[in-house]
């Protein structure tokens, strides 16, 4: 095998291996089929049972049913995923 096939076949392989070891990243944001939203400030809180998504600061929120339906931006998120809580402060709309 000459050198120049044997640094193309590790080239690729070294490509290759690092395309699979890296994670596709999402962007952060949350979706919630329902959630109550409580004037607060000069926004809103958000809470909801049943969110699912990413993040922590700035992130876009879409409640997609009930009063409080919409698109939002909250300042901050707590999320416990394994109860699927989710509360969003200091949150106003997109």
Not at 64 to 82: D, E, F, H, I
Not at 83 to 94: D, K, L, N, S, Y
């Amino acid at each position: 095998m000459t050198v120049k096939r044997f640094a193309a076949i590790a080239g690729a392989a070294l490509l290759a291996g690092s395309v699979l070891a890296s994670p596709a990243q999402a962007a952060p944001g949350y979706l919630c089929l329902i959630a109550t939203a409580v004037p607060s400030g000069a926004g809103y809180t958000l809470s909801s049972p049943g969110c699912t998504g990413s993040g922590f600061v700035d992130v876009p929120v879409l409640v997609w049913s009930g009063p409080a339906a919409g698109n939002y931006v909250c300042l901050r998120v707590t999320y416990a995923p394994l109860e699927a809580e989710f509360e969003g402060t200091g949150c106003v709309r997109a």
